[in-house]
């Protein structure tokens, strides 16, 4: 009983204790993002249809940060980009439509890279602008 009793504070704890900082960006209609330190995913929104925001997230990828982009998964209101950066760690970009003109951006990177997440998501917004 012991053993379980700690394991449902320790967890309690974990999970209290998470952190989950919000992002000042470049995105004129939602200038808020958010970066959970626990998970590793840096979203944020933009109003743009999701053919433009695709567009401008490979362009983004391959071009601004010399990624390698090495597979996508389109679904129904929904992108998956795959990505590998220097070193092989791996960029996962989903894209979601939410509606209304809006477009999240939920971006994954395997070392926990605030900074790069955030060059990554102005890259994206300054190429949209190619496209509006």
């Not at 009983?1 to 974990?14: Q, R, Y």
């Not at 989950?20 to 109003?47: C, N, W």
């Not at 590998?84 to 209304?100: C, F, T």
């Not at 990177?109 to 605030?114: A, K, N, P, R």
């Amino acid at each position: 009983m012991k053993k379980i009793f700690c394991l449902l504070i320790a967890s309690a704890s974990v999970l209290m204790c998470s952190c989950v900082t919000k992002v000042l960006v470049d995105s004129p209609e939602s200038p808020m993002a958010t970066y959970d330190d626990i998970t590793h995913e840096f979203q944020g929104r933009v109003k743009a249809s999701l053919s433009n925001v695709f567009k401008a997230t490979n362009i983004a990828l391959e071009r601004d940060l010399g990624f390698f982009r090495c597979g996508q998964i389109p679904k129904s209101g929904q992108w998956l980009i795959y990505a590998r950066a220097k070193r092989d760690i791996q960029m996962v970009v989903d894209l979601k439509d939410e509606g209304n003109g809006f477009v999240s951006i939920t971006l994954s990177y395997g070392e926990d890279d605030l900074m790069l997440c955030q060059k990554l998501f102005k890259a994206i917004v300054n190429n949209l602008k190619n496209y509006q």
